[in-house]
């Protein structure tokens, strides 16, 4: 009887354990098959039918639709380009060299992956920008407006910067992609 009692307490910590870490995989991993480039992270095969399970259900509790391969790649920013991690209550540059694709979009949203508020600038296209040079551009990120390209942060704590690409020449398959392809996210001030 106490083998078994011992037994069943074994299995049931087992059960424990395993589904802690796996919501822990799920709410704050990033999956196994993700490449950093610089301060982006992105999971290149989340769009295709040789996405792993965790990337997988990560996305399913999300909600989110990943882009197909032929459709174009998505990154995710959690950190600046020094690895600082974002906070609202500081001020940032997203600038460089403009992405090779057709259109892409910058997107502020919250910790959690979700959108912020109901407020218009979260969010930028390539064709929104105002551009002072034909071949680079910059996005300011501060809880007030500032003139030209401007994205509102949240009232505080941090924030998640997702850029995505459409119909790119870039490949992520390819491994060629380097840190200089991407723009870089700077930190400008703190209050």
């Known amino acids: 009887?106490?083998?078994?009692?011992?037994?069943?307490?074994?299995?049931?910590?087992?059960?424990?354990?395993?589904?802690?870490?796996?919501?822990?995989?799920?709410t704050r991993g990033q999956g196994f098959d993700?490449?950093?480039?610089?301060?982006?992270v992105s999971a290149p095969k989340s769009g295709?039918?040789?996405?792993?399970?965790?990337?997988?259900?990560?996305?399913?509790?999300?909600?989110?639709?990943?882009?197909?391969?032929?459709e174009g790649m998505s990154f995710s920013a959690s950190r600046d380009s020094q690895g600082r991690p974002l906070?609202?209550?500081?001020?940032y540059h997203i600038s460089g060299a403009e992405p090779s694709a057709r259109v892409w979009t910058v997107t502020l949203l919250g910790r959690d992956g979700q959108a912020l508020g109901n407020s218009d600038h979260h969010s930028l296209t390539s064709q929104d920008l105002v551009r002072m040079s034909p071949s680079s551009f910059d996005i300011t990120l501060a809880s007030y407006a500032r003139?030209?390209?401007?994205?509102?942060?949240?009232?505080?704590?941090?924030?998640?910067?997702m850029l995505r690409l459409y119909d790119s020449s870039l490949s992520l398959s390819s491994g060629a992609l380097r840190a200089s392809d991407l723009p870089r996210i700077e930190r400008e001030s703190c209050s």
């Not at 993700?34 to 982006?40: D, K, Q």
């Not at 906070?87 to 001020?91: E, R």
């Not at 003139?147 to 910067?161: H, R």
Request: glycine share 10%; net charge positive.
């Open 1 to 26: 009887m106490r083998q078994l009692a011992f037994l069943f307490a074994l299995c049931l910590g087992s059960m424990c354990l395993g589904l802690g870490i796996t919501y822990l995989a799920l």
């Open 34 to 40: 993700v490449l950093h480039i610089g301060p982006w």
């Open 48 to 70: 295709t039918l040789d996405i792993e399970p965790y990337t997988k259900a990560m996305m399913a509790r999300s909600g989110q639709i990943p882009l197909g391969i032929a």
């Open 87 to 91: 906070n609202a209550s500081c001020v």
């Open 147 to 161: 003139p030209l390209n401007w994205l509102a942060l949240p009232k505080g704590g941090s924030f998640l910067i």
